[in-house]
């Protein structure tokens, strides 16, 4: 069984331009969950998505945003990119939004901003 | 609001010494607690996980005990090997919440032979 798959592995944007990564869920799950993780802050969660639908946002400023398609695969963009928005990028997915469902990642997306 | 507290790291062990790295929670509900293990470069792991007071969770000999009494979900591995050198992270999921997952900031381990 697939596990989930995010592009692209690595990713390298200057300062002002926008980007976009994609995640593939684990077939069957429905529920895709974004976060951020830095040497500094950790993992800090962005956004969930469940059929189509963003359940629950983190505190990020609005140039995060993301969205869900029919398929269950999920795309995160990042406009007017900054300095600050290196990081590991990790999607996880499960098949429901269920407090007993545990999340399952992907290896990641790393950005690095020049 | 719901969050995760675990032990600052780095943590340095010898091979088949005994680890204990601990996490304490605050939450609103009940929560669901896991631990999660990252090898360089890769993604979390799922390493266990218990869903209610009392409940165990155990996999590759971890455990963790979901304490109640004492908001904690310690983690043990009575041995460990060169190859649990990881970034261990203890999270919570809160029905409460709407589900969404709280990490810790995890916990880096090494083992050296």
New interface residues.
């Given amino acids: 069984k697939a596990g ?1 798959t ?1 592009t692209p592995r690595y990713l390298i944007k200057t300062r002002g331009q926008q980007v976009t990564l994609s995640c593939s869920p684990i077939s069957g799950h429905r529920s895709v ?1 974004w ?1 951020q993780q830095t040497p500094g802050q ?2 800090q ?1 962005l956004f ?1 998505y469940f059929s189509e639908t963003q ?2 946002k983190g505190n990020f400023p609005g140039r995060f945003s993301g969205r869900q398609f029919s398929n269950s695969r999920s795309e995160m963009n990042v406009s007017t990119l900054e300095l600050g928005d290196s990081a590991l990028y ?1 999607c ?1 997915s499960s098949f429901g ?12 997306t790393r950005l690095s901003i020049l | 609001g719901d969050s995760v507290t675990q032990m600052e790291g780095p943590v340095t062990l010898s091979e088949e010494a005994f680890l204990t790295i601990n996490c304490t929670y605050t939450a609103t509900g009940y929560p669901s607690l896991f631990w999660y293990v990252q090898y360089p470069g890769e993604g979390l792991q799922l390493l266990l996980k218990a869903t209610k007071a009392d409940d165990k969770g155990s996999n590759k000999g971890f455990e963790a005990t979901y304490r109640k009494e004492t908001t904690s979900f310690h983690l043990e591995k009575g041995s460990v090997q060169v190859s649990d050198s990881a970034v261990y992270f203890c999270a919570l999921s809160d029905r409460t919440t709407g589900n969404q997952f709280y990490f810790g900031t995890g916990t880096s381990l090494t083992v050296i032979p």
């Avoid at chain 1, 939004?97 to 399952?104: D, I, K, L, N, S």
């Fill in positions: 989930v995010q969950s976060y950790g993992l969660f969930e359940r629950n990790l996880a939004p269920g407090a007993y469902q545990p999340q399952h990642f992907g290896d990641g």
